[in-house]
């Protein structure tokens, strides 16, 4: 199996910055295509970035201009670094990486568990 952790939500002022981190390990044969989708309260998941391992990215409209993913492909590791945030931001972030566990085993969608990210205003 593949795990995903995620790391750096919290609290932060309108206007402010944050960095998410989420490194995947495991039985790790290859991996595609590494997102960040979010949840707020009461509302459905929606995706936030994508990139994938050729380095081909795609935001959100709301988070073009203010969030940047990126990815180091040998650490398996994907980043989301959010710029002036606002409190509409607010939400649960996970991360999502496309990957195989062998050469002849489909691709899976592997899932963190999510970090939690606060914006006040």
């Known amino acids: 199996q593949v795990q995903l952790v995620e790391s750096g939500g919290g609290l932060v002022q309108s206007g402010g910055s944050l960095r998410l981190s989420c490194a995947a390990s495991?039985?790790?044969?290859?991996?595609?295509?590494m997102s960040w989708y979010r949840q707020a309260s009461g509302k459905q998941r929606e995706l936030v970035a994508a990139?994938?391992?050729?380095?081909?990215?795609n935001y959100a409209d709301s988070v073009k201009g203010r969030f940047t993913i990126s990815r180091d492909n040998a650490k398996n590791t994907v980043y989301l670094q959010m710029n002036s945030l606002k409190p509409e931001d607010t939400a649960v972030y996970y991360c999502?990486?496309?990957?195989?566990?062998?050469?002849?085993?489909?691709?899976?969608?592997?899932w963190g568990q999510g970090t939690q990210v606060t914006v006040s205003s």
């Open positions: 495991g039985r790790i044969y290859s991996i595609s295509d």
């Open positions: 999502m990486a496309v990957g195989r566990t062998g050469v002849l085993t489909p691709r899976n969608n592997y």
């Open positions: 990139i994938t391992n050729g380095g081909t990215i």
